[in-house]
């Protein structure tokens, strides 16, 4: 199992980011894929959920209006945009896949390497 | 939301040494815990699932404990690979959340 992120991004405030996470090693659309927030130095934030199988979402209420979650099955890869950036937006954006098959609560048993966002002017 | 309280949010051990950090949630998540290990600047990496379930590759020498609200991670006889950060999360139900962390660093 892979999963591989964009590369680093540079925004200016107020703009937008849409960032990858490619899947492989696995059937995609058996697996819900997660998206995590860590800004420099501090704890994990569960963004939401995507679920390429029957591609139902779930958003953390929080960023359910900074962050729209979508997924190509053709390329197996999900993205994540984030909208009307800020400096809180500022962070490393990490996916991460289900522990295991369908949508029943379970760990992240796999994790990308991570995109670091950085909104500047 | 379900909080996660993680305690201590540091150590300082020697090679060698046992440690125990928990885990307190803020209602009954029912072993529904996984803890993760990340080092500086890679990502995070599952050791434990279902509390008390080591992920494949773990060494025996990390277990988990707990049941209801309070949870455990132990790491017996420390290795220098060891050091980095650990957090544990809920995953009974969204939001998913997680413990602040505990900074593992060598005496």
């Known amino acids: 199992v892979q999963l591989q992120q964009s590369g680093a991004e540079l925004v200016k405030p107020g703009a937008s980011v849409k960032l990858s996470c490619k899947a492989s090693g696995y059937t995609f659309t058996e697996y819900i894929i997660h998206w995590v927030k860590q800004r420099s130095g501090q704890g994990l934030e569960w963004i939401g959920w995507f679920y390429p199988g029957s591609g139902s979402i779930k958003y953390n209420e929080k960023f359910k209006d900074k962050a729209t979650l979508t997924a190509d099955k053709s390329s197996s890869t999900v993205y994540m945009e984030l909208s009307r950036l800020t400096s809180e937006d500022s962070a490393v954006y990490f996916c991460?896949?289900?522990?295991?098959?369908?949508?029943?609560?379970?760990?992240?048993?796999?994790w990308g390497q991570g995109t670091l966002v950085t909104v500047s002017a | 939301d379900i909080q996660m309280t993680q305690s201590p949010a540091s150590l300082s051990v020697s090679v060698g040494e046992t440690v125990t950090i928990t885990c307190r949630a803020s209602?009954?998540?029912?072993?529904?815990l996984a803890w993760y290990q990340q080092k500086q600047g890679k990502s995070p990496q599952l050791l434990v699932y279902?509390?008390?379930n080591l992920a494949d590759g773990v060494p025996s020498r990390f277990s988990g404990s707990g049941s209801g609200t309070q949870y455990s991670l132990k790491i017996n006889s420390l290795q220098s690979e060891d050091f980095g950060s650990y957090y544990c999360q809920h995953f009974w139900g969204t939001p998913y959340t997680f413990g602040g962390g505990t900074k593992l660093e060598i005496k």
């Open positions: 279902a509390a008390t």
């Open positions: 209602e009954n998540i029912y072993s529904n």
């Open positions: 991460a896949r289900h522990g295991y098959y369908g949508s029943s609560p379970a760990w992240f048993a796999y």
